[in-house]
């Protein structure tokens, strides 16, 4: 049984304090070398003591086996503009030596069937406290920013109906998942084009020296 919660949760304030200077400190060096930036924004937050007891409750997970068994207490999102741009971030990730990717679910390849879009990480991450060195658990969420404009409304929904949709709302809630992806794959054709018309121009501009 927890006792006190704030001692408990500290290692994981601690983690997603780190990992969220890590990761902007990423996307400040691809803008201090002039190249494509894959990371848009960065947000991190620790699970309140009340979801973590709800999703517990609902997960069958006793209390003495959170820190094994739930790997979302620390969570992370990335927002990035392009969906390729998340494949590059996913594959940053998996080489760093500060952090070890356990898990992978590709929910982009594969969607839910609510429509839901994103690529999940699970990483096991070293805490440095003055006891010495602690493992935790924590997810990262990467996606673009359609897709967490659907899942914030998509969020809000399942909190007022409680997650038992009614028909229609489920399927517009598909159709316009369907629509944040189309949006995607319209946006990384127009990045393509361009980038295909600065290398032509680039060509000429070689053939006329």
Known sequence: MIRDWEDFLAPYEQAVSELKVK????????????????????????KPVDSILTKSKLRGIPLDRLEEEMSDIAGLRIMCQFVEDIHQVVDLLRTRHDMKVI??????????????????????????????????????????????FWATIEHSLNYKYQGEFPDEISERLRRSAEAAYQL?????????????????????QGDEV
């Open 103 to 148: 898990i992978e679910r590709d929910y982009i390849t594969n969607k839910k069937a609510s429509g839901y879009r994103s690529y999940h990480l699970v990483i096991e991450y070293p805490v440095q406290l003055i006891d010495g060195e602690k493992i935790i658990l924590a997810e990262i969420q990467i996606r673009t920013l359609a897709m967490n």
């Open 184 to 204: 995607d794959e319209i946006q990384e054709a127009q990045r393509l084009f361009s980038h295909g018309k600065g290398n032509h121009k680039e060509q000429r």
């Open 23 to 46: 990761l902007r400190g990423i996307r400040k060096q691809y803008r201090e070398q002039n190249k494509h930036v894959p990371i848009e924004f960065v947000t991190g937050r620790v």
